[in-house]
Nanobody
Framework: QVQLVESGGGLVQPGGSLRLSCTAS????????MKWYRQAPGKERETVAV????????IYADSVKGRFTISRDNAKNTMYLAMNNLKPEDTAVYYC??????????WGQGTQVTVSS
């Protein structure tokens, strides 16, 4: 059974930091491109960051460049999203996603991030 479990969300003040984790089980983690998505109330889900299977290449949405860092530890089957200088507009449910092929793609359940004073 494949599971992607996110953790690390919560309530933080503007300018603060959080680190999200996504731990995978039931898949050969190193074969998967991993992504963080987010969805704010009333908005479409958007891609936040992407990391290739070996971690050599990363891609970020313009809205988070310079503030968020995606990383992975293949030995621990875990991906991370370090989020700094958080803004109210970063408030959303954050989802991790694993992609190998169109039929080998999996989602986590999501973790809430709320940025508010």
């Amino acid at each position: 059974q494949v599971q992607l479990v996110e953790s690390g969300g919560g309530l933080v003040q503007p300018g603060g930091s959080l680190r999200l984790s996504c731990t995978a089980s039931g898949i050969t983690f190193i074969r998967y491109t991993m992504k963080w998505y987010r969805q704010a109330p009333g908005k479409e889900r958007e891609t936040v960051a992407v990391i290739t299977p070996t971690g050599v290449r990363t891609i970020y949405a313009d809205s988070v460049k310079g503030r968020f860092t995606i990383s992975r530890d293949n030995a621990k089957n875990t991906m991370y999203l370090a989020m700094n200088n958080l803004k109210p507009e970063d408030t959303a449910v954050y989802y991790c996603h694993a992609y190998q092929t169109s039929s080998l793609t999996f989602w986590g359940q999501g973790t809430q991030v709320t940025v508010s004073s």
